[in-house]
């Protein structure tokens, strides 16, 4: 009895706690919020295998690089090794480093890029901001212009500059063969995609508040003191992108580097040094091993030293070494990048 | 101590060697400002100004530091620019002998240019072997990498933007190809082109054991045509994501600048992420899509073939100049296939800033 009892009790329960179920199946309210609930998850899920695939695509040729470049070159024909060598050995980075004259070369490279930053970040910043908020006669013009030398790319450009650069002079500077041959170019607005920086300094000022201005003009300042010290620090954001972006173009730059041969003013750059040496690399190697280099002990084996697969093992290996210290800075300098993005707010 | 802190200490010293580095060269700057011909200096440079600003307006004192601001461009532009650029034009049309160096002295003696016509352009278009193929190719690729990219990267771009664990990681990684490409890198990998090879087929041998992805489409009585499309799309994705990096960046700066209160308003009247997207953040980032179409066309073709293919007739043009050998073709030959490049280029931007601005809509407040 007792028992019946309690079953049917348990019954109604069952009942009622169905019905409730149903009720709020039906409910709209709480469908919709539901709806929302998994809509939220799955987007969240799928956003992760997104991320996590490309962020693999990105790493992919990062950690190949890795694993050729400690990879010893005995193994490059052992068909076992995919990833992980079977020697480690840094007889790859060795001959990189002394092939791109690592030590002499990177002071080189980090000057050109840190002073050619520098001098784009002054030009296009004026630039920019004289086509933001200075009104005078033929801007638009102009920024039409700056804009149309995007579109034409350097590169056929070439033979004319090289015939024109070679048979004058500018402003009395011999421009080939020198370093400060970029920094001119920089800083007259015709460094490496300075269009771009002064498209995106542009954008910048345009979305400051005009109230900025005012205020700095109410207070007497001058229209170069209201740039210098009130636009300026306020672009921070902007400053930090162009400024990045020049660095990076300017130390991977090939283009200007040949065009101008700072090598033949003992001025070695990375982009040269790896285009040319890898030319050479036979050569350089025969000089070393008749001079009896003492790293090329391990190298005994002449097949290795004639294979060209080991000129490719030394070439990743020094493309690797060129974007090491990039690498490295860009863990630095990565967080502010990234916060700086919040701030720059391009306005179309 | 603690091992934790080792970083933060590390990075606190860095800091605190900037600053004092800082205020030392402050200090320096200062002391230099007063020496006296640098007090003298000021004062002129503090008078002049002062003089004009009472007899100018300010209208038109902007006017002028405009025109100052924008000078060194416009010299630049005419120097570095226009004149070897008007060079190339007249090269296009000419039969451009070299006279190569003068064999007692040295001296390079000169260049004669000689017009004829459009005989460089029916050259490269009729009798070049693969010149054309290269153009068209390479005008195909960066015409339909563009909805691609632009797709591709609004999509980056509202991911990054949303709230996640780990965000400014994800972020950080994305922007390194656009840091990690460069000529020089890739002209090193073209030496160890069959080390790329056998790169490429240990990879590809992995995954395609696993599962071909491409036979199971076809298997499911796909269009070929289509996988294929696939296929190639996906074999590029590692292009792609390097391609969008600028155009991310564009994006997400549009998506941050959206006015906070649309949102606000969408969500209390719950509309859905993806209604949030269509009826706010699509329209509201329009406008940007012109400009990172416009990079788009700019930057892949900057990266195709067809650049490759300019650069050997730039190199060995040079090269001739250099060696002072008198050879006629190379000159005229770059001129003409660089003019067509430009115009070509003009001519796809055109028809994508055309057919982009029917998706641009602009909001004023």
Known sequence: MMNKDNKTLKLGTFKQKMQKMKADFKDPTKVKVRSRRAFMVTGSVLRTFILIGLIFVILLPLFQKFSFALRHPMDITNPQVIWIPETISNINFQIAYQLLDFGHTIWNTLILSTFSMIIQIMATAVAGYAFARLRFKGSNIIFYIVLFTLVVPNETLHIARVLYFSNSTFLGIRLIGNVFSMFIMAAFGMGIRSAIFIYLFRQFFKGLPIELEESAQVDGAGVF??????????ARGAIVTVGLFAFVWQWNDYYFASLFQYSANNFAVFSTKLAGGTDQLYTVLSGWVARGDSFFQDLTDETVRQNTLFYGLVANTAALLMMLPLLIGYFFVQKLFVESIERTGIVG | MEKTNVFKRSFASIKAFWGRLLNKLSQWRY??????????LKKVFGYLPNLLANKISYRKRQALWGFVFVLPLIIGFIYFFLLPFLVTIVYSFSRVENLGLNSSTGEHIGIVSEWIGFDNFTYILKEHST?????????????????????????????????????????????????????????????????AAAMEGATADIFAQMFNFQDFLIDANIPVNAVNFLGTTADQIYDIISYSGVQILIFLAGIQSVPKHLYEAAKIEGAT????????????????MLTAGVYTVVDSLLRSPLINMINVFATAGVRKLVNGLGDVSYYGIHASMSWLFCISSIIIIAIWLFLLSKLVFYYDE
């Open chain 2, 131 to 195: 010149f054309r193929q290269t153009l068209t190719s390479s005008f195909t690729t960066a015409f339909f990498n563009v909805p691609l990219i632009l797709i591709f990267s609004l999509i980056i771009a509202v991911v990054l933007n949303s709230k996640f664990k780990g965000r400014s990681f994800v972020r950080a990684i994305f922007f390194m190809p656009v840091i990690f490409n460069s000529q020089a890198v890739d002209a090193a990998m073209q030496t160890g082109a069959q080390l």
């Open chain 2, 31 to 40: 002391d230099f400002m007063q020496t006296k011909p640098m007090l003298f």
């Open chain 1, 225 to 234: 003191r209201t740039f210098w010290s009130v636009m300026l620090p306020n």
């Open chain 2, 273 to 288: 992420q993806y209604e949030i997207f269509w009826k706010i953040t699509f329209p509201m980032v329009s406008p940007l």
